[in-house]
Each structure stands twice: as C-alpha cells, then as structure tokens.
C-alpha cells in the first residue's frame, strides 16, 4: 500500500506542476500580448475560449486539492494498517511479529555482545480473571505493558509475545544497568498497586549472553524462558 500511495502523490505532483506552468503561461500571453489583451474583450469567441480555458484550470486544480486530501486520507489508513499489523491491539505494544522481527535483526552472534533478554509475566492473571471477569483481566494487561513500556523507553525493546508473555530486550547491557531497569519497573508496579484496587504481580527472569553458553537469540530467549518455568 505505501507503494501505491508514493506512486499516488507522485502523479498528482506532476499534474499539479503541469497545471501551474499551463497557468503561468497563460496568464504571461494575456499579460504580454497587446493585441489579444485588447481584442479578449471585443471578440466574444476569443473570450469564451479563454473563460473555458480559464475555468478548466480552476476545476482542474479543485481536483487536485480533492486527491491530496484523500492521499492524506490514505497516509492514515496505511499507518493504521502498519499499526494492525506489528501493534498489539489489546495493549498497543510490539505484537508478536513485531518482536520475531526485532529477534531476527540478532541473527548473528557478533551482535548478541552485551545482548540481556527478560521475560516477564503477570502471575496472579488468572486469578484475576477468575475473581475480576476477563475485562478487568484485560485492563490489568493493557496498564503494565504501559508500566513496562515508561520504564524500558531508555533502555531498549519491549514487546507483548502472546498472551501472558511479555519480552524485553536491553543493548549494551550491563549488570548495574540491568538492576537499574529492574528497579523502575518494580517501582512503577509499586506506584500502579497503591492506586488501583486490582493489584499486579510479576515474575520476570533475565538472561545475559555474556554470562550463557549459547549461540543464538532463540537460544538465549529460550534461557529466560527456562528460567521463568515455561
């Protein structure tokens, strides 16, 4: 679709420019020339052609503004199309294609360096949705992967790996910088419970590729995976 609408907008810039110059160009003869100028007014033929020509130009670029406006309707469309796919609906976080895809650009093991891999999550879920009903279930999901999503923004990717499954990827990392994310995220859950009257526990496991004897990124998330009991 972002083809098509490139090729869309590129068409239309074209006639747009076409138009203006056929404009610019009637408006320098009837500027220029003495005799039409004179005449345009005493000959009705000569008038009327000219009014027509006038009038096609005008109607002409009023369809054009119509078309970018709805290139601009198809811009949007296209964006929310790009959101329905790589987007969680339920949370609005990387879905599980987004986070295939962010696995995938650590294809190699040169680029697992400094690589730390967290799975996290909601424990008491299931209870919740027993007690609560789904909808409160839903709710309590959708408001940490916002308190997941606020405390990993400076440190790397976050997305919802299906169901009750939420990934975190940290660059570069480092074992003090780790303990720093570790520590927001445990203190916006913090924050989260004293105000609301469900409250979130979460288990998360880490792994780092320094400190494990494996060779890819589906090894290393398979670790933490591990780790947590899956």
Known sequence: ????VHRFKTLKVIELSVFIILEVIFLIILLTNKTMKSSIFVDKSLFTLCSVMYATI??????????????RELKIQSHQLENLAYLDSKTGIPNRTSCSMFFDTHGSKDSLNGICCMVSEISNIKAINETNGKDVGDKVIRDFS??????AKDFGFVGRNGGNEFVTVIEKCTDEKLASFCKLLSNGIDEYNKHEPVSIVV??????????????????IAQAYKKLGR
Request: overall charge negative.
């Open 58 to 71: 005008i109607l002409s670029l009023s369809f054009l503004i119509y078309d970018f406006i709805k290139l």
């Open 1 to 4: 679709m972002k083809k098509n």
């Open 203 to 220: 288990r998360s496991e880490s792994v780092l590729f320094d400190k494990e004897e494996v060779s890819s990124f589906s090894e290393l």
């Open 146 to 151: 916002n308190i997941l999503e606020s405390s």
